[in-house]
């Protein structure tokens, strides 16, 4: 059980993930970075927001230190080898606090896929999720067209646990959401 409050009283950290990638807290001068990522057709396609705007990323972004503030999520950008742009990003939502549960997301921007950036970043968070905070499970899910993001999943150590039928609608119609697990070791 995380009490309540234990995470909005210290600042969210920065992590690090198999040397490669740095994890930190978003910033203003992100929105660049950020509405270059969304204009990628694969974000697109994977994901509900549009930010198409300097004001929409500068809101997102807001809305993340928010959601670390009332404990809802932790919103990191991913950047590479001490660069300051954020080539993608990685979120734990809290969904379920008194028994440590939640679910982890992630994208990465083209310019950084297929180097296992999004692997590392995901690695970092579900470690510090177990190590520092004291969760028990972590859940990912993604459409079973999605087979990046399963791979990332799964090189991350979380293993298949079932698929939800047309669990999600995608701008295209209903998907299957494939769901993987990952549980603190004991």
């Given at each position: 059980?995380?009490?309540a409050?234990s995470?909005?009283e210290?600042a969210?950290?920065?992590l690090?993930?198999?040397?490669?990638?740095k994890?930190?807290?978003?910033e203003?001068a992100?929105h660049?970075?950020l509405?270059?990522?969304?204009?990628?057709?694969?974000?697109?396609?994977w994901?509900?927001?549009r930010i198409?705007?300097?004001i929409?990323?500068?809101e997102?972004?807001?809305?993340?230190?928010?959601?670390?503030?009332?404990?809802a999520?932790a919103t990191w950008?991913?950047?590479?080898?001490?660069?300051?742009?954020?080539?993608?990003r990685?979120?734990?939502?809290f969904h379920?606090?008194?028994?440590?549960?939640?679910?982890?997301?992630?994208?990465v921007?083209?310019?950084?896929?297929g180097?296992?950036?999004?692997t590392?970043a995901?690695?970092a968070?579900t470690?510090?999720?177990?190590e520092?905070l004291?969760?028990?499970?972590?859940?990912?899910?993604h459409?079973?067209?999605?087979?990046?993001?399963?791979?990332?999943?799964?090189?991350?150590g979380?293993e298949?646990?079932?698929t939800?039928?047309?669990a999600?609608?995608?701008?295209?119609?209903?998907?299957d959401?494939?769901?993987?697990?990952?549980i603190a070791p004991t």
């Amino acid at each position: 059980m995380i009490a309540a409050g234990s995470i909005a009283e210290r600042a969210q950290p920065s992590l690090t993930g198999g040397g490669m990638v740095k994890l930190r807290p978003w910033e203003v001068a992100d929105h660049q970075a950020l509405t270059d990522a969304f204009a990628d057709p694969e974000i697109q396609l994977w994901h509900f927001v549009r930010i198409d705007s300097q004001i929409e990323a500068e809101e997102w972004i807001a809305q993340t230190w928010a959601a670390w503030r009332s404990e809802a999520a932790a919103t990191w950008a991913i950047v590479i080898g001490g660069r300051p742009e954020a080539v993608g990003r990685v979120s734990l939502y809290f969904h379920d606090l008194r028994n440590g549960g939640g679910e982890v997301s992630y994208w990465v921007a083209p310019q950084a896929r297929g180097a296992g950036v999004a692997t590392s970043a995901l690695k970092a968070v579900t470690s510090w999720a177990f190590e520092e905070l004291g969760m028990h499970r972590l859940e990912a899910s993604h459409s079973t067209a999605n087979p990046a993001s399963c791979a990332v999943a799964t090189n991350a150590g979380f293993e298949a646990e079932g698929t939800r039928v047309s669990a999600l609608l995608h701008e295209d119609g209903w998907h299957d959401m494939h769901v993987h697990r990952s549980i603190a070791p004991t």
